[in-house]
């Protein structure tokens, strides 16, 4: 029988709200998954407080997630008011700490345990969780070893970009400092055996828990999902995903290139991105623009920006087949929210994904790098669409059997109570 009650998670960069803008800076995936999460412990009967950084004075600081009983998005402010990114929130983390603790006590709340998203939110979930005497858990979501050697470039700019060092020292302290670090894959170990040799940075606390998919929004279109009516082409491969340089969008436009001189008639459309895009982002939004003019592909390449909530299920189960190219892809969620829609997925090999794709047979891995091999897998299903179809029937069985968020919940449930002893 389960001792706990109240669960405190930390996610503490980007933009996180109850019902959130996804593609805005440093806010994709991750807050997803944290909301999911959330939400399928709410189910179990367990109470949780999301807690991240507040930054915006017209956000409330107690903010109830809709229709959910039991979860809150709880702010906490700290360093100046306004954005910053999760490579330089290092230096006001120390300050956030305090303002969390001095909260909770105000507040006279009490947790079971604290559980940290991401390294930013680690550094705090250690200073307290050791302050109150509970149990700390982290999942890293991703990688600084992995991600340093996955975006290669000139070192010292990416440093300067990156904060690397930094990062992959808190990385480790925080792994040997909690109850059990969550990594999403397989392919995130086996990154960090490869990567880093140092013995004291793999202790016996790594578990594997993948993402899940909300399947009760999530799955094969019904009669009513097929008459609705959306503003994209007919035909269409759909690529969704944050704008950064680690996407691989450049990657996709030299093989979609390659695809629409072997097969007329198919559009690509590439959504996700922020309302109000930083530098960082447009400087990619620019290098695919000038790929797009100048391979003439201005009429069948659509950049559709941020995809509001009701139209996430049609865009995916009304595209021929997903792509995500991704250079650096710890797991990829689209991915997942496709498959359970019954979509064919063609995913770079480099991903966390690849632990969830059978190749073909629930799906595609390909390196993006090659345009010629990741134009064959898109031709060939666009050639067969009994392919097309079997291979996207098998791909929405894996997730509805292995995948869903209560599932996920009750394997962190297990865990949490396995180290909370």
């Not at 999460?37 to 991240?52: E, P, Q, R």
């Not at 969390?100 to 969780?129: C, P, Q, R, S, W």
């Not at 392919?387 to 894996?398: S, Y």
Request: charged share 25%; net charge negative; hydrophobic share 40%.
């Amino acid at each position: 029988m389960s001792k706990i009650k109240n669960i405190a998670m930390l996610s503490t960069h980007g933009y996180f709200d109850p019902v959130p803008q996804l593609g805005r800076t440093d806010t994709g995936g991750q807050v997803v998954y944290v909301l999911e999460l959330a939400k399928a412990f709410s189910l179990m009967g367990y109470k949780v407080d999301i807690f991240t950084r507040w930054f915006d004075k017209n956000k409330k600081q107690i903010d109830p997630v809709p229709d959910v009983e039991n979860v809150n998005v709880i702010r906490i402010p700290a360093g100046n008011w306004e954005f910053i990114p999760k490579e330089f929130i290092y230096d006001i983390l120390p300050e956030l700490s305090n303002n969390m603790i001095e909260f909770i006590k105000k507040n006279n709340l009490n947790y079971d345990l604290y559980h940290g998203h991401y390294v930013d939110a680690g550094i705090v979930t250690i200073d307290v969780a050791t302050r109150f005497g509970k149990p700390a858990f982290f999942t890293a979501h991703s990688l600084g070893v992995w991600k340093r050697d996955q975006m290669g470039g000139d070192p010292m700019e990416m440093e300067k970009k990156f904060n690397f060092k930094h990062r992959i020292s808190e990385e480790k302290r925080i792994i040997k400092n909690v109850r059990s670090c969550i990594l999403t894959s397989l392919v995130q170990l086996e990154k960090l055996n490869y990567l880093d040799k140092d013995d004291e940075y793999l202790p016996g606390n790594i578990e594997i828990i993948s993402p899940g998919v909300n399947i009760h929004q999530y799955h094969l279109p019904t009669k009513a999902d097929k008459q609705v009516i959306t503003d994209l082409p007919e035909k269409y491969i759909y690529c969704l995903s944050r704008i950064d340089a680690n996407k691989g969008h450049d990657l996709l436009l030299y093989a979609f290139d390659i695809v629409r001189k072997e097969i007329p008639g198919i559009d690509l459309v590439i959504g996700g991105g922020s309302p109000n895009p930083e530098q960082r982002e447009l400087g990619v939004l620019d290098k695919m623009r000038t790929i797009i003019a100048e391979k003439g592909m201005q009429n069948l390449v659509h950049i559709i920006g941020y995809v509001p909530d009701e139209m996430m299920r049609p865009y995916y189960q009304h595209s021929l087949f997903f792509v995500l190219p991704s250079l650096y892809e710890p797991f990829g969620m689209t991915s997942q929210e496709a498959m359970a829609c019954g979509k064919t997925v063609v995913a770079s090999k480099y991903g966390g994904i690849k632990n969830v794709i059978t190749n073909g047979e629930n799906g595609f891995l390909v390196d993006p790098v090659n345009a010629e091999e990741f134009a064959a897998i898109m031709i060939k299903l666009l050639e067969d669409q009994n392919l097309n179809n079997k291979i996207g029937l098998a791909a929405h069985n894996n997730i509805f059997q292995n995948f869903s968020w209560e599932m996920q919940a009750r394997k962190h449930i297990e865990l949490y109570n396995v180290h909370n002893e």
